[in-house]
């Protein structure tokens, strides 16, 4: 009776992970799908906001200010605080 027992264990449990791991597999590329379809959204919304001009442009000089305020509180490490500063300065 013993002996009987070992097999039908090991094939629930070998059905029951190769189950488990098609239904992980096929939740998997539902995600993917989901995901995309999410990023196509937010670029779709995106697209519109970044072409409005309605919007004010702020001072170059007190996102400068804002940048060194973050970078002296220890937010920012100095080679971000120098990336963001050549990108400001960019733009003026």
């Given at each position: 009776?013993?002996?009987?027992?070992?097999?039908?264990?090991?094939?629930?449990?070998v059905g029951g992970a190769a189950y488990y791991g098609g239904k992980r597999r096929a939740e998997g590329q539902?995600?993917?799908?989901?995901?995309?379809?999410?990023l196509q959204d937010l670029e779709a919304q995106q697209s519109p906001q970044a072409s409005a001009p309605d919007e004010p442009?702020?001072?170059?000089?007190?996102?400068?200010?804002?940048?060194?305020e973050l970078k002296d509180?220890?937010?920012l490490t100095q080679a971000e605080f120098d990336l963001q500063k050549q990108k400001i300065?960019?733009?003026m």
């Amino acid at each position: 009776m013993f002996m009987r027992r070992r097999p039908l264990a090991r094939a629930a449990v070998v059905g029951g992970a190769a189950y488990y791991g098609g239904k992980r597999r096929a939740e998997g590329q539902m995600r993917e799908e989901e995901q995309e379809a999410r990023l196509q959204d937010l670029e779709a919304q995106q697209s519109p906001q970044a072409s409005a001009p309605d919007e004010p442009a702020e001072d170059p000089m007190e996102k400068l200010k804002q940048l060194n305020e973050l970078k002296d509180q220890g937010i920012l490490t100095q080679a971000e605080f120098d990336l963001q500063k050549q990108k400001i300065l960019q733009q003026m």
